[in-house]
């Protein structure tokens, strides 16, 4: 077939790949695809396990001329696809150009807990053998290495360090269920979190108020959290409060702003204190608030909080 064949046939089809939704579900071995790929099945998506990226379009032409045609697919891929990269993203360059519509899902979790899950699971790791020393550790590092590209261009990026099987379902089926999920719409999730467990990995902002007084200084304030009134009134009357939220707030409008021209569609602020406790949250709620307000109006812009740590202490 000659490459004006090619075009031709590129372009009869377009007309009907409108509304063709695809995920590829990627990431580190141990993080969680075998999960994801059941959850997509719980919410109604076509599953296909370890496609080559050059077979994606040919699999959605034929879920097109079934009947009824097959609009969700969720394609689980890994670094087994030794086409992965760079076919990839010819792919989706391909598939964007016929109007499907093509996010990535990236699923990553610290080298600990895969060395755990793995531990437990009682089975090599992919590139185990094909590592310097053959060890477990080394074949981490090969494939976070051979990721890295992607996982750089993925949609979504999800840490599973510390999630569990449900929270994981609930992560997926917020991002790719029904609703809140329009063209040009933009989820947003503002989590707070404590410094001394760690920055969130998949934060696209990272904001610190750690400069405001700490409310677990106060007697009367220390068993409370920044969700009651006793304390979100305090963080939010200290001197600067009022500002950041202000400035945080504009800061994240110009983001959003440029994600919605790049056509990013997912975007989480990370706002931290010591222990995720008493500031953070309460700044999550009162940012979360102003954003909340912005979309009213155009209906673009999905909002939710989480307090990944509150609990913890």
């Known amino acids: 077939m000659g490459a004006d064949t090619v075009s031709e046939q590129a372009n009869s089809d377009q007309s009907g790949d409108q509304g063709v ?99 437990f699971a009682r089975r090599r790791h992919p590139l185990q053998s094909e590592s310097a020393d053959g060890t477990l550790s080394a074949g981490i590092a090969l494939e976070r290495e051979r990721l890295s ?49 760690g920055v969130p990995i998949d934060a696209d902002i990272v904001l610190d108020l750690r400069f405001l007084p700490n409310p677990h200084w106060i007697p009367e304030l220390r068993e409370q959290t ?12 200290r001197d600067g409060a ?7 707030h504009r800061l994240v409008e110009l983001t959003a702003a440029g994600y919605r021209q790049e056509g990013k569609r997912y975007m989480t602020i990370a706002v931290g204190c010591t222990g995720g406790k008493h500031r953070s949250v309460a700044i999550s709620e009162a940012l979360a608030d102003v954003i909340t307000g912005d979309g009213e109006g155009d ?15």
């Open 21 to 119: 939704d695809v995920v590829v579900v990627t990431g580190v071995s141990g993080a969680g695809r075998g999960t994801a790929a059941k959850v997509f099945e719980d919410l109604g998506w076509y599953v296909a396990d370890n496609l080559p990226p050059v077979l994606i379009s040919r699999l959605i032409d034929l879920g097109l001329a079934t009947e009824p045609p097959i609009r969700r697919l969720a394609v689980v891929m890994d670094v087994r696809s030794r086409f992965f990269s760079d076919d990839l993203t010819e792919v989706i360059h391909d598939l964007e150009s016929r109007s499907v519509r093509t996010r990535v899902l990236f699923l990553e979790a610290s080298d600990e807990v895969l060395v755990r899950r793995f531990g």
């Open 149 to 197: 590209k992607v996982k750089t261009a993925a949609d979504v990026v999800i840490d599973t360090t510390a999630l569990s099987v449900h929270q994981l379902h609930r992560r997926i089926e917020e991002t790719y269920g029904v609703g809140g999920d329009g063209p040009g719409s933009l989820q947003v999730t503002v989590q707070s979190f404590g410094f001394k467990y």
């Open 299 to 313: 209906g673009g812009t999905a909002v939710r909080v989480v307090h990944r740590d509150l609990g913890r202490e």
């Open 226 to 237: 920044g969700q009651e009134a006793a304390v979100r009134d305090y963080v939010l009357s």
């Open 242 to 248: 009022a500002d950041y939220v202000k400035t945080a």
